[in-house]
């Protein structure tokens, strides 16, 4: 038989997931400003843009708004965007032909 989750539990959770994640944000952040090349920082990049998008989901399971989880499907499709556009310029020189 399955019991329901203990909220203060699951809130916990949540909030050092947010730490956590919080964190890798700022490590990433450092490989953006010290990346040695070019397709490091655009790699840094790219992982700051999906831990904000998992920020922004785990804020929306903390608050029990659905507004956040929108946001964060703004943002991956906005990071992913943005990771092939500068992919493009990296190996190609320029992004529209």
Do not use: H, Q, W
């Not at 916990?12 to 730490?19: H, T």
């Not at 831990?51 to 929108?70: C, E, M, P, S």
Request: hydrophobic letters at 60%.
């Amino acid at each position: 038989m399955s019991e329901a989750a203990d909220p203060a539990l699951l809130d916990a959770v949540v909030r050092v997931a947010l730490i956590l994640v919080s964190g890798l944000c700022v490590v990433c952040s450092y490989r953006v400003i010290r990346g040695p090349t070019n397709p490091d920082r655009v790699v840094a990049l790219d992982a700051i843009a999906t831990n904000v998008v998992a920020i922004a989901a785990l804020f929306a399971i903390l608050t029990d708004r659905g507004l956040f989880v929108t946001v964060s499907l703004v943002l991956a499709i906005i990071g992913f965007i943005a990771t092939v556009a500068v992919a493009k310029f990296v190996t190609e020189g320029e992004v529209i032909e």
